[in-house]
């Protein structure tokens, strides 16, 4: 009996923690389609945004992946930030068509 309600509790962690980085990926797209959005009105910021998004994005690779068995909140953030370069790319196929 206890193995069978120890196994119910593992399912129910791993669904909500799939659920977490589900959520999470989404945030990540809602957060590209406003970093596309905002720089976009003067026109003149597009090399420079990119430049910034590409720089925080390894920096935040190269932290996530020297931990990533450690900390459960990298998994997130990486999440977060597979969501954005989706979401980047995305709206780059929306522009080229």
Known sequence: MLIIKSIKLTINYKFNVFSLHIIN??????????ISTIPAQTGDWGIISGAIIITINEILSKI?????KK??????INDIK?????GLFV??????S
């Open 64 to 68: 996530i992946y020297k931990h990533n």
């Open 25 to 34: 990926l989404m945030l990540g797209f809602f957060i590209a389609s406003a």
């Open 91 to 96: 709206d780059a196929f929306k522009l080229g």
């Open 82 to 86: 597979i969501g954005i370069i989706y």
């Open 71 to 76: 900390y459960i909140l990298l998994y997130f």
